[in-house]
C-alpha cells in the first residue's frame, strides 16, 4: 500500500512539474522588471511615503519630504508604475526588498 501511494505522489509530482512556469506566477509579476541604476533625484511632493516593496500596498517603512535628495540604486516597472530602490536594496528573483518610492514624486 505505502509503495502505491508513494508512486501516486510521485506521478502527481511529476504531472505538476511539467506545468508551464508562467501558469504559476501572476500576470502582474510577468510584467514586472528591474535594472541597477545610480542616479541622484530629489523629492517633488510635500510628503512622500517610503514603502518597504515596491507598490502602492506595500508596508509604509518611513517618509521623505520635499527638497529631500535620494540616490537610487535600482529602478522597476510592474503595473502600479515605476519605483526607485533608495535604500538597502535587495534585487533577485526570490525577494524583492528595501527601501521604494515611486518614482513619479521624484525629480531629476
Same mark, same amino acid.
Not at 535594472?35 to 533625484?41: A, D, E, G, K, T
Given at each position: ?14 504531472? $505538476? ?10 500576470? !502582474? ?12 533625484? /530629489? ?9 518597504? /516593496?515596491?507598490?502602492?500596498? %506595500?508596508?509604509?517603512? %518611513? ?13 522597476? !516597472?510592474? !503595473? /502600479? ?16 526588498? $528595501? ?8 525629480? %531629476?
Amino acid at each position: 500500500m505505502r509503495k502505491r501511494v508513494a508512486s501516486l505522489f510521485a506521478t502527481a509530482a511529476l504531472v $505538476g512539474a511539467a506545468l508551464p512556469v508562467a501558469a504559476a506566477m501572476p500576470a !502582474s509579476a510577468a510584467a514586472f522588471s528591474c535594472q541597477p541604476v545610480s542616479h541622484s533625484y /530629489t523629492v517633488s511632493q510635500e510628503k512622500v511615503a517610503v514603502h518597504a /516593496t515596491p507598490s502602492p500596498r %506595500g508596508s509604509v517603512v %518611513g517618509y521623505k519630504y520635499k527638497d529631500n535628495k535620494v540616490h537610487a540604486d535600482y529602478a522597476c !516597472s510592474n !503595473s /502600479t508604475g515605476n519605483w526607485v530602490c533608495i535604500g538597502q536594496c535587495h534585487v533577485d528573483e526570490d525577494a524583492i526588498t $528595501g527601501r521604494w518610492v515611486f518614482r513619479n514624486y521624484l525629480k %531629476g
